[in-house]
C-alpha cells in the first residue's frame, strides 16, 4: 500500500500501483459492509484524477464523497480509510486488539475501539491451497462444541457481532414481534356470551319477537394494543446497537399500527414517516438523509423536553407504552432531566428503559444522567442481543402489574 502524509504526493501513482490500491481498498470496505461496486470504483480513480493527491485531506475526502452515502458508514469508512493509508496510531489500536483486555479498559478506555467487521476485512484471506498436504485428513475425534450457531448468535452482543452474524441477526429481526398485551377502551362492541346488557338491542329483539320472551342481548370493552412510542439514542457511545434496533423497529412498524420511533443525540428527530417504508434499506436510507447528529454527543434532558412540548399529547394518548432506549449517560445533566422524565412517566401508560450497559455485571447506576432516569421508569432490562430482544417481548406480554421496577436496581 502506498503512504500518504501532507506533502505532495503528485508523482506517488507513477508506477501505476495506486489506482490498484485503491481498488483494493474499495474491495476492503465491501468486506466490512459498506456497498461498493465496481462503479463506483471508477468513480473514485476518476475523481482522485480530477483532485490530485497534493493533500491527504483531499484524497480523503474525495474517497469519501463517492465511498459513503450515508451517516452510519462514515464511522467505518474513517477507520478503514486511517488503517489502509497507514495511520500508525490506529495501527497500534488494531495490534492491541489482540491482546486482552479487561472489564474496566472496555468501560473507560476514553480510545475508539476499532469495529470487527473492519478487521475482519482487512485480515488476510488464505488461499485455498495453503495447507493442502497432497492427502484427505481423516478426523478421528469430533472435539466441537455441541452448541448450535442458532443459539450462540442469540447471546452475542451485537458489537461482538461480524459482518456474517449481523445479517443473520437482521434476519431473524425480521420474525421477531412484540405481542403487547391489549388493553380495555372505552368502544363497545356485540358480545354473544358476557358482558353487560345492552338494554337498546334487548328491547328491539323483544318487539320482534311479540313479547312473549325476551332474549337477552350483551356489550363489551373493546380491547386492542396500545400505541408504542420508541425514544432510540444514537449518541456514538449507541450507534452500533441502535443501528441494529432499527432492523427491529422496522419490523414492528410494518407489523402493527400505531407506532411511533423518535431519535435523539443533540436533537430529536420523528423518523415515524420513514419506518414505514416496506423496504429495510429504503427506510434506512432515508433516516440517514433525514437525521444529521448520528453518531455525535447526548442531550438526553433537552431532547425529552422537547419531546414533552411538542409531541407527547400526538401520540402518548390511549395509554401508549414508551421505549426509552439510551445508555442514560447525558452531556446536559444538570438541564432538568429527572423532571422532564417524570413528565414522560406520567403520560404514558408504562415506561420501559432498555439499556445496554445493564449487561456487565458490575454496572452500577453512578453516573448522574442514570440517576435522575432510574427513579422514573417502571422496567429497566438490558438490549444487547437477540436474546434480550425475545426477553421484552415476553415481559410486554406478561399481564400488567402496574408501576414497578422490574430490573437489577430499584429507586
Known amino acids: 500500500m502506498t503512504p500518504l502524509d501532507d506533502r505532495n504526493e503528485g508523482t506517488a501513482n507513477n508506477d501505476g500501483t495506486f489506482a490498484e490500491n485503491i481498488l483494493h481498498f474499495a474491495r476492503t470496505l465491501r468486506k466490512a459492509g459498506i456497498p461498493v461496486g465496481p462503479g463506483r470504483v471508477i468513480e473514485a480513480l476518476k475523481a482522485v484524477e480530477c483532485a490530485g493527491l497534493e493533500r491527504r485531506d483531499d484524497f480523503y475526502w474525495t474517497l469519501h464523497s463517492v465511498f459513503v452515502n450515508r451517516h452510519d458508514q462514515w464511522h467505518l469508512f474513517d477507520q478503514a480509510f486511517h488503517i489502509f493509508w497507514k495511520n500508525p496510531d490506529i495501527l497500534k489500536k488494531m495490534m492491541d486488539m489482540m ?92 358480545d354473544l356470551r358476557s358482558g353487560n346488557i345492552d338494554m337498546r338491542r334487548t328491547l328491539r329483539a323483544a318487539l320482534r319477537s311479540g313479547g312473549g320472551a325476551i332474549p337477552l342481548k350483551y356489550k363489551s370493552q373493546v380491547k386492542r394494543h396500545p400505541p408504542l412510542v420508541v425514544l432510540c439514542d444514537i449518541s456514538g457511545s449507541m450507534s452500533q446497537y441502535s443501528r441494529m434496533l432499527l432492523h427491529f423497529l422496522h419490523a414492528l412498524t410494518n407489523d402493527r399500527d400505531r407506532v411511533h420511533t423518535f431519535l435523539f443525540g443533540t436533537r430529536l428527530s420523528n423518523i415515524t414517516r420513514y419506518m414505514k417504508y416496506r423496504d429495510v434499506d429504503d427506510a434506512l436510507d432515508a433516516v440517514s438523509e433525514k437525521v444529521e447528529d448520528w453518531s455525535g454527543g447526548t442531550r438526553i434532558g433537552s431532547t425529552v423536553a422537547e419531546f414533552n412540548k411538542n409531541w407527547s399529547r400526538r401520540v402518548l394518548g390511549q395509554g401508549a407504552v414508551v421505549l426509552f432506549i439510551s445508555d442514560g449517560l447525558d452531556r446536559d445533566e444538570e438541564h432538568g432531566l429527572g423532571t422532564e422524565m417524570d413528565r414522560l412517566h406520567k403520560s404514558c401508560r408504562q415506561l420501559i428503559w432498555l439499556n445496554p450497559l445493564l449487561r456487565y455485571e458490575g454496572f452500577e447506576p453512578k453516573a448522574r444522567g442514570i440517576k435522575a432516569i432510574l427513579p422514573h421508569v417502571d422496567i429497566f432490562r438490558t438490549v444487547h442481543n437477540l436474546q434480550s430482544l425475545q426477553d421484552l417481548s415476553k415481559l410486554l406480554s406478561s399481564p400488567d402489574k402496574g408501576h414497578s421496577v422490574q430490573g437489577r436496581f430499584v429507586a
Open 99 to 190: 491482546l486482552p483486555t479487561t472489564f474496566l479498559d472496555q468501560v473507560h478506555s476514553d480510545q475508539e475501539e476499532i469495529s470487527k467487521r473492519l478487521s475482519q476485512a482487512l485480515a488476510p484471506s488464505e488461499a485455498p491451497g495453503d495447507h493442502d498436504d497432497g492427502g484427505k485428513e481423516e478426523i478421528e475425534i469430533n472435539a466441537e462444541l455441541t452448541t448450535s450457531n442458532k443459539e450462540l448468535l442469540q447471546t452475542k452482543d451485537f458489537e461482538d457481532m461480524s459482518l456474517e452474524e449481523l445479517e443473520l441477526a437482521k434476519k431473524a429481526m425480521k420474525n421477531l414481534r412484540l405481542p403487547i398485551r391489549e388493553v380495555k377502551t372505552r368502544r363497545l362492541q356485540t
